[in-house]
Nanobody, 126 residues
Framework: QVQLVESGGGLVQAGGSLRPLCEASGRTLRRYTMGWFRQVPGKQREFVAAISWGGGNTHYADSVKSRFTISRDNVKNTVYLQMNMLKPEDTAVYYC???????????????????WGKGTLVTVSS
């Protein structure tokens, strides 16, 4: 299986930026569709962004569209989430996710995810 490890979270002020990343080990990501989800304690995990295996197609939740950019480097087996213009409501644990079926980015949901990272905490203060 694939192991996913996130890093790059932290504490930032509103309007600032962070770029968490997800490193895969054990196997290459191959043609997996990759995504980011986030979760606040007591709330349901929600979709943030997804990217196709080649990186040519992306999809974002409306709440982060135009502010976040997902990208991947298949040589490094790494997925990134560039987060700009951060808002306090972006505060959450961010999870990297892999869909080995390689679904279209439009159909990535947590129910179709095969591998999860343990998460990296992002805190946005005002």
């Amino acid at each position: 299986q694939v192991q996913l490890v996130e890093s790059g979270g932290g504490l930032v002020q509103a309007g600032g930026s962070l770029r968490p990343l997800c490193e895969a080990s054990g196997r290459t990501l191959r043609r997996y569709t990759m995504g980011w989800f986030r979760q606040v304690p007591g709330k349901q995990r929600e979709f943030v962004a997804a990217i196709s295996w080649g990186g040519g197609n992306t999809h974002y939740a409306d709440s982060v569209k135009s502010r976040f950019t997902i990208s991947r480097d298949n040589v490094k087996n790494t997925v990134y989430l560039q987060m700009n213009m951060l808002k306090p409501e972006d505060t959450a644990v961010y999870y990297c996710a892999a869909d080995r079926v390689g679904r279209s980015v439009m159909y990535v949901t947590e129910y179709g995810i095969d591998y999860w990272g343990k998460g990296t905490l992002v805190t946005v203060s005002s």
